[in-house]
Nanobody, 127 residues
Framework: QVQLVESGGGLVQDGASLRLSCAAF????????MGWFRQAPGKEREFVAA???????YDVDLVKGRFTISRDNAKNTVYLQMNSLKPEDTAVYYC?????????????????????WGQGTQVTASS
């Protein structure tokens, strides 16, 4: 059974940094794309960033230059480094993993592209 477990969320001040981790169990994801989404209260879940099987990345303009997605295949883990956090970044952040192997990050911006999801971790940036 595949399981994705996020960690690293918390309450921080405006401008602070956090690093989210997503550890995968039950399957080796080195050949699969993975991504991060977020959902703020009263809003739809939105794409944040993805990393392809070969390490290519793709993210949205709202986080460009502030957030960085990366992966450590030896640890079967994907990370989201978040710098210069703003109150509008406050949301539950979800990790997701692809079902089909060897896909690039640019094809992974839609939630329906992912088969596996974590339970989410809360990130709150206060002003």
């Amino acid at each position: 059974q595949v399981q994705l477990v996020e960690s690293g969320g918390g309450l921080v001040q405006d401008g602070a940094s956090l690093r989210l981790s997503c550890a995968a169990f039950g399957r080796t994801f080195s050949s699969y794309a993975m991504g991060w989404f977020r959902q703020a209260p009263g809003k739809e879940r939105e794409f944040v960033a993805a990393i392809g099987w070969s390490g290519d990345t793709y993210d949205v303009d709202l986080v460009k230059g502030r957030f960085t997605i990366s992966r450590d295949n030896a640890k079967n883990t994907v990370y989201l480094q978040m710098n210069s956090l703003k109150p509008e970044d406050t949301a539950v952040y979800y990790c997701a993993a692809d079902f089909w192997p060897r896909r690039n990050a640019q094809t992974m911006a839609a939630a329906l592209e992912y088969r596996y999801w974590g339970q989410g971790t809360q990130v709150t940036a206060s002003s």
